[in-house]
């Protein structure tokens, strides 16, 4: 893929995310795709499902995107998603995520954020106080897992 097909393709899967469209979304990855960040980290199919279960469920959802940077077959997007945890709690979460892509799919994807920025922002005092722990992360984690119906990261 040269820069041109590479931001294309970027475009497409966050215009899909911005429509909350999961299934669009799950459909630009490879069946081999890696996902990983700090509260999911998937492999193939379960990645579709994420983003899938993540789009139904999401209240008062928002996505904002730049294509930062497009290379031959690899990129890095940075966003925005704004959005209200658990129906209540307001998110402004912004991420960054680095791309790769074989034949027009994504092949790996890494997403970046500060995780005890959005514990307390969705979680309020709880996330506040032990959003920096390993072990809240994982209870996180596994919650959110179970879900959208994906393993939870170990």
Same mark, same amino acid.
């Given at each position: 893929? &040269?820069?041109?097909?590479?931001?294309a393709a970027l475009?497409?899967?966050y215009?899909a995310?911005?429509r909350?469209?999961? %299934?669009?979304?799950?459909?630009?990855y490879?069946p081999? %795709?890696?996902?990983d960040?700090?509260?999911?980290?998937?492999r193939g199919? &379960?990645?579709?499902?994420?983003?899938?279960?993540?789009?139904?469920?999401?209240?008062?959802?928002?996505?904002?995107?730049?294509v930062?940077?497009?290379?031959t077959? *690899?990129?890095?997007?940075?966003?925005?998603?704004?959005y209200?945890?658990?129906?209540?709690?307001?998110?402004?979460?912004?991420?960054?995520?680095?791309?790769?892509?074989?034949?027009g799919?994504?092949v790996?994807?890494?997403?970046?954020?500060d995780?005890?920025?959005?514990?307390a922002q969705a979680?309020?005092?709880?996330?506040?106080?032990f959003?920096?722990?390993?072990w809240f992360?994982?209870?996180? *984690? %596994?919650t959110a897992?179970?879900?959208?119906?994906?393993?939870?990261?170990?």
């Amino acid at each position: 893929m &040269d820069e041109k097909e590479t931001r294309a393709a970027l475009t497409r899967f966050y215009d899909a995310f911005a429509r909350r469209d999961g %299934a669009a979304m799950a459909a630009l990855y490879a069946p081999d %795709a890696v996902f990983d960040d700090p509260v999911f980290s998937l492999r193939g199919a &379960d990645i579709g499902r994420m983003w899938i279960g993540l789009t139904k469920g999401a209240k008062d959802f928002s996505v904002v995107y730049e294509v930062a940077r497009a290379g031959t077959g *690899s990129g890095t997007v940075n966003w925005t998603a704004r959005y209200l945890f658990g129906g209540k709690n307001p998110v402004v979460n912004e991420i960054v995520s680095e791309i790769e892509m074989r034949d027009g799919l994504i092949v790996r994807q890494k997403d970046s954020f500060d995780f005890p920025r959005w514990a307390a922002q969705a979680l309020g005092l709880p996330g506040t106080l032990f959003g920096r722990f390993g072990w809240f992360r994982r209870k996180v *984690s %596994a919650t959110a897992a179970a879900r959208v119906g994906v393993p939870a990261k170990t």
